[in-house]
Each structure stands twice: as structure tokens, then as C-alpha cells.
């Protein structure tokens, strides 16, 4: 069983920056694509950002593109996601997930372990 535990997520003011953190339990964190999404209130979750095992192959929603980075590190079992110029249109609930295969997807078919989701308020 895999666990995805996000942190990092606070309330921050319109342009500012936010790293968001997600650990993940088991050996085969290396092994496998990571992604973001996000959940607005009353809105579906939508795809934000992913990175493959070695980090050959990022994709970015194009929402967040020049804002938000995706990062990892292996040996630590973390994927992070770098978020700069926030707007309050970024406030939604954050979510990791590990990909099913070692690819990008941006739907949420493509992962099967999702973490709790941790809270990202901007307010203008």
C-alpha cells in the first residue's frame, strides 16, 4: 500500500510563493510518474502538473505555466510543487498522486494513490 502525504499549504496573499510537499511511503516512489491536481469548491479536479520517474518528461497545465515548477527527489520519496506569482484563482485544495504507469497523464484515470489533499488559500 502507498501512502501520499502533502504539506505545505497555507493562506498566502495575491504574488506570493509556495512550495507544497509531498512524501510518499514505499520503495517504489522512483518508479513512477507523480502528479498535482486541484480542487476549487464546487469545481471538478483538474490537472495541474506531472513529472516522470527521472524527471525526463514534466508537463504543466497552462494555467500555471511560468508560475508553478514540479520537482523530485528520489531519494527522498518527495515530489514538491514550486508555486510563484499566486493568484486567488490558484485557492483550491492540492492533491499528489502516483501515476499508474511511468508516463505524464493529466486526467485522474492515469493515478491510482491519491493523498488527502492539503489547502492553498490566496486572497487578493
Known amino acids: 500500500q502507498v501512502q501520499l502525504i502533502e504539506s505545505g499549504g497555507r493562506l498566502v496573499q495575491a504574488g506570493d510563493s509556495l512550495r507544497l510537499s509531498c512524501a510518499s511511503s514505499g520503495r517504489t516512489f522512483s518508479s513512477y510518474a507523480m502528479g498535482w491536481f486541484r480542487q476549487a469548491p464546487g469545481k471538478e479536479r483538474e490537472f495541474v502538473a506531472a513529472?516522470?520517474?527521472?524527471?525526463?518528461?514534466?508537463k504543466l497545465a497552462d494555467s500555471v505555466k511560468g508560475r508553478f515548477t514540479i520537482s523530485r527527489d528520489n531519494a527522498k520519496n518527495t515530489v514538491y510543487l514550486q508555486m510563484n506569482s499566486l493568484k486567488p484563482e490558484d485557492t483550491a485544495v492540492y492533491y499528489c498522486?502516483?501515476?499508474?504507469?511511468?508516463?505524464?497523464?493529466?486526467?485522474?484515470?492515469?493515478?491510482?494513490?491519491w493523498g488527502q489533499g492539503t489547502q492553498v488559500t490566496v486572497s487578493s
Open positions: 498522486a502516483r501515476g499508474r504507469y511511468n508516463t505524464v497523464s493529466q486526467t485522474t484515470e492515469g493515478y491510482d494513490y
Open positions: 513529472m516522470t520517474s527521472a524527471g525526463g518528461s514534466t
